[in-house]
């Protein structure tokens, strides 16, 4: 990824506790997403097994924002980074990213917040 640039930032809303997301919206199965209802942005991936993950891109740290950073998601407020699954790999945060479950609907991702 390039520091944000190859993917889109989608504009949506949450509604009945369900984000709904075009995947025609997510570059090669990864975006970042904010939505209307819900604080943190999100990070969409997609698995080699063709599954997909929400990850809230706040540290559990100290609530920092947390980027792409080549193959990993980073904090910019005290470095804590983290993998592709949200997992930590370098602290201080002792937690790894929240995560949101994705179900796959055709050709939309349902991702549940509340």
Avoid at 6 to 14: C, D, F, I, R
Avoid at 53 to 61: D, G, I, Y
Avoid at 85 to 107: M, R
């Amino acid at each position: 990824l390039e520091s944000c640039s190859s993917t889109k930032a989608l504009a949506l809303a949450v509604e009945n506790g369900v984000l709904s997301i075009p995947m025609s919206s997510l570059s090669d199965g990864v975006g970042m997403v904010r939505a209307k209802g819900l604080g943190d942005k999100l990070y969409i991936s997609k698995g080699t097994d063709g599954s997909y993950k929400a990850l809230v891109l706040s540290c559990p740290h100290k609530g920092g924002p947390v980027k792409p950073a080549g193959d990993k998601l980073a904090c910019g407020w005290h470095g804590s980074t983290f993998d592709m699954n949200g997992q930590v790999t370098k602290g201080p945060s002792q937690q790894g990213l929240k995560t949101y479950p994705v179900e796959v609907d055709g050709d939309v991702l349902k991702v549940r917040v509340a």
